[in-house]
């Protein structure tokens, strides 16, 4: 298991809650059927490819920590791979939620490593199954969702799929390879709601029914662990790994799909199709099929980081900014900077010993918080993102040398969403008591006590300001620290 400490300040059910005026630095203990395969084969899926496939992936994945299960014969994929055949993989994402979060990027960042080195990738979004709603990992029933809700999820998070390989591929380009034109892979997005519209329930049951064995049904996690336990299954759920089989049926015949990638808790779900494809065999020159699951990201208390949880981290830019994002991750435990670096970058294991050695030498400089918080903040929100987030973070935490222009100040400020106003004709107590949602007299009690500190410089003021020159950068951005934690960028009109 892998563990993702819990955020609670970036986690929400959909909106935003980072409190957009109170950053600080957390230190880290708060958070905490086979057929041989030939590699002559010679269906689409398999022509002759570039060079850089010749790498076998599923080692380096591996080697990341980013493998749980490989379906068998395991061999057969390691020679395919090896045999520098192209391949087609896809994993699916139900819409249950507006936005794609952290745990949904671990078996994104499978795809994302075969897509970087040739090979195509398709994501399928749940149209049909997430009305229906997966049983895998879950204790009880799905909340009820609208169609228009499900529908606005769809269009959103297949916004976030699409940018998340565009975005990948270029941070992926930017610190790999220069050169221009590479071999990378093709990216199709597909809705399964657009085969499964069409299919009619008769059809269904009298062409696949009698291959799907109710024995096998009864006998997966999903369902088996609801049965034995007091929350009884719904019928929607018991049906839903057959959904999901059929999608790997349908992609697998129909689009040359071989590998369905998902997290471990759709093990179930992912070999329910390989036996489903396997006992129809749709035709014999496409291969076996294979499933790869990757280790369920859980928080310090064992739970798996995700919607369900209710502690998902979401990577919509309307939820969480590049630097909400940056944040979470400067904020990851010691123990498991190394681990993230392997899963959630590009960074060759060279990179990330160098880097760990550095860290471990001094824990509390934060060298691999900072790469880490870098590095995914790139990856996800585009290059150069990574940087503005941590040079807004160093004016914020204090290390800041004043040398950046207030207009420059007031972008990264205002892209982070922190960017505050004040009417330079007001004072220093009333802002004070807005900024800090408190009293006059409260905020001129935290004056003369001396926790108000104005300037990059940080000078420390214990009477009320109305002549704000003196404490400005360019004469328009004021720095406001409330005693150690909170630091407010304020534009004064
Ligand atoms: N914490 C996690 N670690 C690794 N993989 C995850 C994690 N959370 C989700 N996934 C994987 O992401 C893919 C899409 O999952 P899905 O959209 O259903 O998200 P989810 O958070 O699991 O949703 P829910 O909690 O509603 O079941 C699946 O393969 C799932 O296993
Ligand atoms: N069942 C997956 C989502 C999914 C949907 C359709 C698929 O074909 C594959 C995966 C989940 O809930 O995480």
Redesign the pocket.
């Known amino acids: 298991m892998l563990e993702l400490r819990n955020c609670s300040h970036l986690v929400n059910s959909g909106k935003r809650i980072v409190p957009l005026v109170t950053h600080y630095r957390i230190n880290a203990k708060v958070w905490h059927k086979t057929r041989l395969y030939s590699c002559t084969t010679s269906s689409s899926e398999t022509q002759e490819t570039p060079n850089s496939r010749s790498n076998n992936v599923l080692d380096e994945l591996k080697q990341r920590g980013l493998v749980c299960q490989v379906s068998q014969p395991e061999n057969d994929l390691r020679m395919r791979l090896n045999c520098n055949k192209k391949i087609k993989l896809y994993?699916g994402?139900?819409p249950?939620a507006q936005s794609l979060?952290l745990?949904?990027l671990?078996?994104l960042m499978v795809l994302l490593h075969f897509y970087v080195k040739g090979h195509d990738v398709v994501t399928v979004i749940g149209g049909a199954t997430g009305k229906v709603g997966?049983p895998s990992?879950?204790k009880t029933e799905r909340d009820f969702m609208k169609n228009d809700i499900r529908q606005n999820n769809v269009q959103s998070i297949s916004e976030q799929l699409e940018r998340f390989f565009q975005n990948g591929l270029k941070y992926y380009t930017d610190r790999h390879d220069k050169r221009g034109v590479e071999p990378y892979g093709k990216y199709t997005p597909r809705n399964n709601y657009n085969w499964w519209k069409d299919i009619k329930m008769l059809d269904f049951l009298a062409d696949f029914g009698k291959h799907i064995r109710v024995q096998s049904m009864l006998a997966r996690d999903s369902v088996s662990s609801r049965l034995e336990s007091q929350n009884s299954l719904g019928f929607n759920e018991f049906t839903y790994q057959i959904l999901q089989a059929y999608d790997f049926y349908h992609l697998y015949k129909e689009e040359n799909v071989s590998i369905q990638v998902?997290?471990n808790?759709?093990w179930g779900n992912i070999t329910a199709g390989i036996d489903l494809i396997n006992r129809l065999q749709p035709t014999q020159k496409k291969g076996v099929p294979f499933g790869v699951t990757?280790p369920?990201?859980t928080t310090a208390t064992g739970e798996?980081?995700?919607?369900?949880a209710g502690n998902?981290v979401f990577i919509d830019p309307s939820i969480n900014t590049a630097y909400d994002v940056y944040q979470f991750f400067f904020n990851t435990l010691d123990a498991d900077v190394s681990k993230f670096l392997k899963i959630f970058t590009f960074l060759s294991s060279n990179e990330i010993n160098s880097v760990m050695e550095m860290h471990i030498k001094s824990p509390n400089i934060r060298h691999g918080q900072t790469l880490l918080a870098k590095e995914v903040t790139d990856m996800l929100y585009g290059v150069g993102s990574g940087t503005d987030s941590e040079t807004l973070s160093n004016v914020i935490f204090g290390h800041y040398d004043g040398t950046l222009s207030a207009a420059k100040l007031k972008e990264l400020c205002h892209k982070a969403k922190i960017l505050q106003h004040a009417d330079k004709k007001g004072n220093l107590v009333k802002l004070i008591s807005k900024l800090g949602d408190c009293s006059i007299s409260e905020a001129k009690r935290k004056l003369s006590q001396g926790s108000i500190y104005l300037h990059h410089s940080r000078i420390k003021v214990k009477e009320d300001v109305v002549e704000w020159g003196p404490y400005l950068i360019d004469d328009q951005v004021l720095i406001l620290r409330m005693g150690k934690q909170k630091c407010f960028i304020i534009e004064m009109h």
Do not use: E, I, Y
């Open positions: 994993c994402v139900d249950t979060h745990g949904n671990v078996p997966d990992g879950r998902g997290g808790d759709q990757v369920l990201l798996k980081f995700g919607k369900s998902a």
